[in-house]
Nanobody
Framework: EVQLVESGGGLVQAGGSLRLSCAGS????????VGWFRQVPGKERESVAC????????YYANSVKGRFTISRDNANNTVYLQMDSLKPEDTAVYYC????????WGQGTQVTVSS
């Protein structure tokens, strides 16, 4: 069974940093791209960053470019999202996802940035 589990969310002041982790299991982790998404209540889920299976390709939303860094450790089946210079508008529930035949999502982790 494919599973994704996020961790690392929390409360941080504006300008601070957090590192989110997404641990995958039940599939050949290094064969698949993994993405981070976020959602605020009442708004659509938006893509934040994505990393290809070989770590050669990375995508960032314009709103986080230069502040967030996505990386992966295939030996430990984990994708990370390093978030620096956090802003109050980064407050959201963050999800990781992958597509193994169909889309799979984690349960989400709350990130709250206070001003």
């Amino acid at each position: 069974e494919v599973q994704l589990v996020e961790s690392g969310g929390g409360l941080v002041q504006a300008g601070g940093s957090l590192r989110l982790s997404c641990a995958g299991s039940g599939f050949t982790f290094d064969d698949y791209a993994v993405g981070w998404f976020r959602q605020v209540p009442g708004k659509e889920r938006e893509s934040v960053a994505c990393i290809g299976s070989s770590d050669g390709e990375k995508y960032y939303a314009n709103s986080v470019k230069g502040r967030f860094t996505i990386s992966r450790d295939n030996a430990n089946n984990t994708v990370y999202l390093q978030m620096d210079s956090l802003k109050p508008e980064d407050t959201a529930v963050y999800y990781c996802a992958t597509a193994v035949g169909r889309d799979y999502w984690g349960q989400g982790t709350q990130v709250t940035v206070s001003s």
